[in-house]
């Protein structure tokens, strides 16, 4: 029976998907905040209601925080279960993961862009390197429990 031993460095691991993430949704909720206020955009609506003239410049922030939203929490799983094979790894890419996440945000809220591409246009795709390195930590960790190591 394989047994789990807690790496050296998996205090980077808890930091890094632990505070990490919440500091990264408080700083893209206050851009959505600073959004409502600026486009005039009143709870409990989401998105900007049909007829708001800057209803696409407050969804793309919304949209923004939402996409961190919808993925957030099975990256923060992952990285805690991979970062117990690779921490440095899963550390490492919790601050690409939530860069990237920023910069998803700055980019999909830029209306200059086109919004097929925006996302991506400042640099987001380092969100991805992270997410990697997680989702392969994981499943070697889950392929080394198989083996029996």
């Not at 117990?84 to 945000?105: N, Q, R, T």
Request: hydrophobic share 40%.
């Amino acid at each position: 029976m394989p047994s789990i031993n807690v790496p050296e460095h998996y205090g980077w691991v808890v930091l890094g998907s632990g505070i990490l993430p919440v500091v990264t949704s408080m700083v893209l909720g206050g851009d959505v905040m600073a959004a409502r206020k600026k486009y005039d955009v009143q709870y409990p609506n989401l998105y900007a209601p049909p007829g708001n003239k800057n209803a696409d410049s407050f969804n793309r922030v919304q949209r923004g925080h939402q996409n961190y939203l919808e993925g957030v929490d099975s990256y923060c799983i992952m990285t805690l279960i991979g970062g117990l094979k690779h921490p440095i790894a899963c550390a490492v890419g919790s601050v690409l993961y939530c860069a990237g996440s920023l910069l998803y945000m700055k980019g999909y809220s830029d209306v200059t862009l086109d919004v097929k591409t925006a996302r991506y246009k400042k640099g987001a795709a380092i969100k991805w390197i992270g997410f990697f390195a997680s989702f392969i930590s994981t499943i070697k960790l889950g392929y080394s429990f198989i083996k029996g190591e």
